[in-house]
T-cell receptor, first 113, second 114 residues
Framework: DQQVKQNSPSLSVQEGRISILNCDYTNSMFDYFLWYKKYPAEGPTFLISISSIKDKNEDGRFTVFLNKSAKHLSLHIVPSQPGDSAVYFCAASGRDYGQNFVFGPGTRLSVLP | DAGVIQSPRHEVTEMGQEVTLRCKPISGHDYLFWYRQTMMRGLELLIYFNNNVPIDDSGMPEDRFSAKMPNASFSTLKIQPSEPRDSAVYFC????????????FGSGTQLSVL
C-alpha cells in the first residue's frame, strides 16, 4: 500500500510554461515533505522541502504548496527550462518514522524546447 | 566533500552468484540508507543505520539480502544468492543527525542478474 503517490508517471511541458507536479499522501502523521530531482545515471538530488507548519515554500523558480486537509502537495516550476527534464520524486517523513523518508514512484518531466 | 560514493557503478552477474555493493557515506553523517529503485515500485527503502547500528530492516526483501556497517565510513549490501528479480538500481544515501535533515544520495549501482 503506497503511502506517497504520484499519479502521473509522466508530464510534458513547453519551455517557458509552468510545470505542476502533484503528490498525494495517506498518512496524516507525515509532517515534512521533500522533492528530489533525478537525472539518468545519477542519484536523486534534493530540490526543495516544506514543513507541515507552512503551506508554501519558494526557492527561485521552484515553489512547493502543501494542502494538509487534502493530504496533497504540488511542485510548481516557473518558467520551465529544458534542463528541468528529469524524474521528480516526492518524499515524506514524520516523527513516527524517525529519519526514514517514504518516496513516491516519481514523475518524469519533459520540457520541450 | 566527495559526496556519497558507491561501487561498483555497474554489476552484471549470473543467477546464484553472490553480489556485494559498497557505500562510503559523507563524513560526519550519522545515518546511512540503502534504497532500491525499480520501475514497478519506485524508490523503496531496504534498510537504514544510525551510528552504524541497523534501525529498520523491514524493507529487506528476504533472507538473501543482508547489510552491514562495520564503521562510520563504510557499508555493504550483500545479496546471496542473487536472482534475476533483484535486477535494479541500488542507491546508498546518508544524512546528518538533525531531524528532517535531507538525504544525500550516491550515484547508484546498476545491478543486472542474468
Amino acid at each position: 500500500d503506497q503511502q506517497v503517490k504520484q499519479n502521473s508517471p509522466s508530464l510534458s511541458v513547453q519551455e517557458g510554461r509552468i510545470s505542476i507536479l502533484n503528490c498525494d499522501y495517506t498518512n496524516s502523521m507525515f509532517d515534512y515533505f521533500l522533492w528530489y530531482k533525478k537525472y539518468p545515471a545519477e542519484g536523486p538530488t534534493f530540490l526543495i522541502s516544506i514543513s507541515s507548519i507552512k503551506d508554501k515554500n519558494e526557492d527561485g523558480r521552484f515553489t512547493v504548496f502543501l494542502n494538509k486537509s487534502a493530504k496533497h502537495l504540488s511542485l510548481h516550476i516557473v518558467p520551465s527550462q529544458p534542463g528541468d527534464s528529469a524524474v521528480y520524486f516526492c518524499a515524506a517523513s514524520g516523527r513516527d518514522y524517525g529519519q526514514n523518508f517514504v518516496f513516491g514512484p516519481g514523475t518524469r518531466l519533459s520540457v520541450l524546447p | 566533500d566527495a559526496g556519497v560514493i558507491q561501487s561498483p557503478r555497474h554489476e552484471v552477474t549470473e543467477m546464484g552468484q553472490e553480489v556485494t555493493l559498497r557505500c562510503k557515506p559523507i563524513s560526519g553523517h550519522d545515518y546511512l540508507f540503502w534504497y532500491r529503485q525499480t520501475m514497478m515500485r519506485g524508490l523503496e527503502l531496504l534498510i537504514y543505520f544510525n551510528n552504524n547500528v541497523p534501525i529498520d530492516d523491514s524493507g529487506m526483501p528476504e533472507d538473501r539480502f543482508s547489510a552491514k556497517m562495520p564503521n562510520a565510513s563504510f557499508s555493504t549490501l550483500k545479496i546471496q544468492p542473487s536472482e534475476p528479480r533483484d535486477s535494479a538500481v541500488y542507491f546508498c544515501a546518508s544524512s546528518r543527525q538533525d531531524p528532517n535533515e535531507k538525504l544525500f544520495f550516491g550515484s547508484g549501482t546498476q545491478l543486472s542478474v542474468l
